[in-house]
Structure formats: structure tokens, C-alpha cells
């Protein structure tokens, strides 16, 4: 076991699987971008329009200590790393303090010739709903002192690009809520028919199994979910993305509620 590169997928360890894994190294790529360019009107260069990040590969390379003599146990041991890689969900890294990366499986070793003792395989997993390394503990919170109609929190985003803030509106009121907007920096979510009752709360926040989208939902007193992205106005912002530094963070409600904020700062 090298202790040097320790990996875990979904909490697992990949030295754990077996005690003949030998992790070699992990390489993480350059997330693959695609930029798109305008030439400057009237003179030389040129002016980026939009940037896009499609997706970030981590590469995982390892050996398998079994002599030539022992072909059926590498193959044993390669089908158990497999079925260990082949899974989506949180990859971390025993260098990587406070960070995680969503991934999925993207290219998985073949045995090639189990005979030969000495050779390495790779795990190629990819990040495309969320390419980006991002705090595993947020680092970023911030919430109102008292039940009130309005209020606002200052929220200290870390990381060094883009990312996305998550807020819950609690009715401490004691009566149904049917409006209320919610506002991070400049962007703007309102609801209109809510039937937020009261002790209900308001979450907004993302779904990682999906793209990382949006999501808007009431979460009862048993702790039971149900929709709400429908009751939002046609005017709301499609999501709150914030950048790296203090962002205002603020609501207004029919009665009284109290607000918390958070956000994980995300890293290129």
C-alpha cells in the first residue's frame, strides 16, 4: 500500500479494496474549456464572448502486486477496482484538504495480458455536471438574528471562480406564507401561491444527481419534500451564482421569517 496517493469514491478507499492495489499517481487534468472569440472591430486581436467549461478528468494510475504465476487473482483484483471506480458520486483526495469533485466513470482498465506482472492501469473519471474542485465543508455561511419580514446577512464566498449559493427561508411566523422573494448580490428569485405553512421551510438549493440544477422546495415538519419551482414569477433569476468575496444576501416575506445562507467555494 502507498500512502502517498490515497483516493476515495463515495467514501471508499481504493487501497481498501484490495491490499495488492499500489496507487502510482493520480493526474489531474486541465478542465477542457471551450471559449468563443469575436475579432476586434477596426484593429488587431480579439475579444472573448462567452467561456464554457465542459468537463474536468482525474486520472488514476495503479499496479496490481501479483506475480506472472498469479494471472487469476489480478484479474480478481482488477474486476473488484472496477466495480469500485464504476460508481458516481464524491471523489477526494488524501492531498486535497476540504475539496471534492462530482464525477462519473469514464474510462476503466481492460486486463491487457494478466501475465505481465509489471503492468500499470488507469481510471479515468470525469467531471461534467459540476467541473470544478469545491469545499466539501462550506467555508461560507451567514443567517438572520430574528423572525421578521425582511432581512438580509452578509455570506463570505471563498474559492477563486463562479459557484452557486443555497438558502433556506424558515417561517417562523405561525400563519401560511404564499410570497416571498429571496436575493443573492444582483440575482433574484421570487414565488407567488407558496402555502408555506408555518415551521415549513423554503429550500433553495442544488441537485448534484442532475447538473447540479436548481432546485425550489418546501420541507415540511416530518422533513418530507415537495416542489416548488412552479410558484416562482417569470421575472426570477434562473439561479444564484455568486463570485469569490462578501455577497449580500437578503428576503422579503408576507410574515415573519429567518433566513440561512451558504455557499462552497469552488476552485479551477
Avoid at 484490495?18 to 496507487?23: A, K, N, Q, T, Y
Avoid at 461534467?128 to 462550506?138: I, K, M, R
Wanted: charge should be positive; glycine fraction near 8%; include cysteine.
Amino acid at each position: 500500500m502507498r500512502l502517498r496517493h490515497r483516493v476515495s469514491l463515495d467514501g471508499v478507499q481504493l487501497d481498501s479494496v484490495d491490499s495488492r492495489i499500489l496507487i502510482q499517481s493520480v493526474t489531474e487534468n486541465p478542465g477542457k474549456d471551450n471559449v468563443s472569440m469575436t475579432p476586434v472591430s477596426g484593429g488587431n486581436g480579439s475579444r472573448i464572448t462567452s467561456r464554457h467549461r465542459d468537463y474536468l478528468d482525474i486520472q488514476i494510475n495503479f499496479a496490481i502486486r501479483a506475480t506472472y504465476r498469479e494471472m487469476n487473482v489480478r484479474e480478481e483484483i482488477l474486476e473488484a477496482v472496477n466495480a469500485w471506480a464504476n460508481v458516481t458520486g464524491w471523489l477526494k483526495l488524501s492531498y486535497r484538504s476540504n475539496r471534492r469533485i462530482y464525477v462519473r466513470p469514464y474510462a476503466l482498465p481492460g486486463a491487457g495480458d494478466p501475465a505481465n506482472w509489471t503492468g500499470e492501469y488507469t481510471i479515468t473519471l470525469r467531471a461534467s455536471d459540476v467541473p470544478y474542485w469545491e469545499e466539501t465543508t462550506a467555508s461560507g455561511t451567514c443567517a438572520t438574528k430574528k423572525a421578521a419580514k425582511t432581512g438580509s446577512a452578509t455570506l463570505a464566498v471563498g474559492g477563486n471562480t463562479t459557484t452557486q449559493a443555497d438558502v433556506t427561508l424558515l417561517n417562523g411566523s405561525g400563519a401560511t406564507i404564499n410570497t416571498a422573494s429571496v436575493t443573492v448580490g444582483s440575482r433574484t428569485i421570487s414565488f407567488t401561491s407558496l402555502g408555506l405553512e408555518a415551521d415549513e421551510s423554503l429550500v433553495i438549493d442544488h441537485n448534484y444527481a442532475a447538473n447540479g440544477i436548481l432546485r425550489a422546495r418546501i420541507k415540511n415538519t416530518a422533513g418530507k419534500y415537495r416542489s416548488v419551482l412552479s410558484k416562482r414569477s417569470e421575472a426570477s433569476d434562473d439561479d444564484f451564482r455568486v463570485n469569490p468575496g462578501n455577497v449580500t444576501v437578503s428576503y422579503t416575506a408576507q410574515r415573519g421569517c429567518t433566513l440561512t445562507a451558504s455557499a462552497r467555494g469552488r476552485f479551477i
